[in-house]
């Protein structure tokens, strides 16, 4: 009846579905490939400011922040811009439907800074955007942790900015430049933007991780996963290539590796608990 889900894989999920505990579903930039938003990591990850070309890994930091601060911004917006254009697909709205299912049993980690989750219907307080979001921005010299709306500037890679534009980067309490509200490359975790210590916790208290379109290539990822292998409950890995989690859980009595487009495999996890659900209640 599934493509991609196994009987085994099945019995779990039914067996996970009757107890109590919840589940936590991680996802990375795998689920946005869909919805026509790159990874800025391929051919398109390149940045030109004056005569050199820049990676994200190098655009993407506290230390270009403090050299060019309006070349950052450029770039952060321009992300912004592709991030609105695009809509939520099929993968994001699987996903709430499980969060329907599960409801307070729910939680969404997600690495995606895009708010397509929060744009598919997910709720905010069950979402935990341990890389930040482009929803918001922060003061560059820390004079408050308060969080300010991102700047109401769209604008294509090639633009620049007008003077009347450049006041709105700006931290309305001190003037200084302000920083989007995201995790940076030369950065770590902390609990205060990035929630990372909750979203440690409630991973912990989970009966079932679902890993959607990222290969763990950031720690705090990397250590969900860990704990996850240490509480020995299932792990489902969804993505369209091989990577380490894929890898270490042919190794994993409880881990299963479907390798296809995230959608498709989460649409066959909701059919798979929708029906369970409609079972029991006809009971």
């Known amino acids: 009846m599934y493509q991609f889900l196994s009987e085994n894989l099945i019995k779990i999920l039914i067996d996970f579905k009757l107890s109590e505990k919840p589940i936590s579903i991680l996802t990375g930039a795998g689920i946005s490939a869909a919805s026509g938003i790159p990874t800025f990591r391929g051919k398109d990850g390149f940045w030109v400011v004056g005569s050199k070309n820049y990676k994200p890994e190098k655009m993407g930091t506290m230390e270009m922040f403090r050299e060019n601060p309006l070349a950052i911004w450029k770039w952060f917006i321009y992300i912004k811009t592709i991030c609105e254009k695009a809509k939520p697909n099929d993968g994001h709205f699987a996903i709430v ?16 800074v895009d708010g397509l989750h929060e744009r598919a219907g997910n709720s905010p307080d069950k979402i935990f ?12 010299e820390l004079c408050t942790s308060e969080l300010f ?19 709105q980067l700006k931290c ?3 003037v200084e430049f302000a920083r989007p509200n995201v995790l ?14 909750t979203t440690v916790r409630i991973a912990n208290e989970s009966g079932l991780l679902i890993i959607v379109g990222t290969s763990g290539s950031t720690t705090l990822p990397s250590i969900i996963f860990s704990n996850a292998i240490k509480n020995n409950i299932p ?44 079972q029991q209640r006809s009971n």
Do not use: V
């Open 149 to 167: 709306p991102f700047p109401a500037i769209r604008k294509d890679r090639e633009e620049n900015f007008l003077e009347s534009e450049i006041i």
């Open 97 to 112: 439907g499980l969060e329907k299912i599960f409801q307070s049993r729910f939680y969404l980690i997600t690495q995606n």
């Open 184 to 197: 940076w490359f030369d950065e770590f975790y902390n609990e205060l933007f990035y929630k990372s210590e």
């Open 172 to 174: 309305p309490n001190c």
């Open 235 to 278: 792990i489902i890995d969804i993505n369209t290539h091989e990577n380490p989690f894929s890898k270490f859980l042919t190794n994993y009595e409880k881990g299963f590796s479907i390798q296809a487009e995230s959608a498709l495999a989460l649409k066959e996890i909701l059919d798979l608990m929708t029906r369970h659900l409609t």
């Open 129 to 140: 955007s341990i890389h930040g979001t482009l929803d918001f921005m922060r003061c560059g």
